[in-house]
T-cell receptor
C-alpha cells in the first residue's frame, strides 16, 4: 500500500484559500487519490477523489501532477467550519474488500 | 452518496460488561465492512475486516476474543466489545466499500465508548 505524508497541522484565516499537499511517492498505476475530512467525534467524510490532472467539485479542487507522486487539496475561501482533520489516502480501484489505511492527517485550524 | 449508519452514537458501560455496536449499510450491499478505532488526537487504526458469511480478519495486536465481529447479512455488521475495561474506551468507526471501480469508502458516524 502506498504510504502518504502530509503536514501535521496548518493554520489559516477565514476567507483564505488553503492548499494541503500530500506526497505519495510509491503510488501504483491503479491507485486513486482520495481526501477525507473528519470533525471531532464524527466519522470521516468524503471530500474529493482523483486519478490525474485536476478534479473540482462544489467544495474543493484536487491537483495531481503528471508523475502522481503528490497531490494538493485546495479549499477556496475557508470558513471556521472548515476546521477539521484532512486525510489523504491512496487505494487501488476495484478493491472493495480492502480497507483504506489512514495516515496521520493534517489538522487545519481556521481562525477568524 | 451511500449511507452507513452506526448505532449507538455513544455508550457508557461498567467495567466487565459487554457492548455491541451495529453498523448498517442503508442503500447498498456491503460484502465487506471495516472496523476502526480512534484514540484522541490520533488517526484511525484498522482493527478488523468483516466479511459477510465468513470469519473476520483481525489486524495484528487486536484480540479476536475480545472484539467479536459478526457480519450476519450484506447490510449489517456488529462489533461486540467483551468484558470491557477502561482502556477500551475509544471512538469506534465502521466503514463499508461497494464493490465498484470507485474506491470511495463510506463511514458511519462513529460510536464513543466510555468504560467506567
Amino acid at each position: 500500500l502506498a504510504k502518504t505524508t502530509q503536514p501535521i497541522s496548518m493554520d489559516s484565516y477565514e476567507g483564505q484559500e488553503v492548499n494541503i499537499t500530500c506526497s505519495h511517492n510509491n503510488i501504483a498505476t491503479n491507485d486513486y487519490i482520495t481526501w477525507y475530512q473528519q470533525f471531532p467525534s464524527q466519522g470521516p467524510r468524503f471530500i474529493i477523489q482523483g486519478y490525474k490532472t485536476k478534479v473540482t467539485n462544489e467544495v474543493a479542487s484536487l491537483f495531481i501532477p503528471a508523475d502522481r507522486k503528490s497531490s494538493t487539496l485546495s479549499l477556496p475561501r475557508v470558513s471556521l467550519s472548515d476546521t477539521a482533520v484532512y486525510y489523504c489516502l491512496v487505494a487501488a480501484s476495484g478493491t472493495g474488500r480492502r480497507a483504506l489505511t489512514f495516515g496521520s492527517g493534517t489538522r487545519l485550524q481556521v481562525q477568524p | 452518496g451511500a449511507v452507513v449508519s452506526q448505532h449507538p452514537s455513544w455508550v457508557i458501560c461498567k467495567s466487565g460488561t459487554s457492548v455491541k455496536i451495529e453498523c448498517r449499510s442503508l442503500d447498498f450491499q456491503a460484502t465487506t465492512m471495516f472496523w476502526y478505532r480512534q484514540f484522541p488526537k490520533q488517526s484511525l487504526m484498522l482493527m478488523a475486516t468483516s466479511n459477510e458469511g465468513s470469519k473476520a480478519t483481525y489486524e495484528q495486536g487486536v484480540e479476536k476474543d475480545k472484539f467479536l465481529i459478526n457480519h450476519a447479512s450484506l447490510t449489517l455488521s456488529t462489533l461486540t466489545v467483551t468484558s470491557a475495561h477502561p482502556e477500551d474506551s475509544s471512538f469506534y468507526i465502521c466503514s463499508a466499500r461497494a464493490r465498484t471501480m470507485n474506491t470511495e469508502a463510506f463511514f458511519g458516524q462513529g460510536t464513543r465508548l466510555t468504560v467506567v
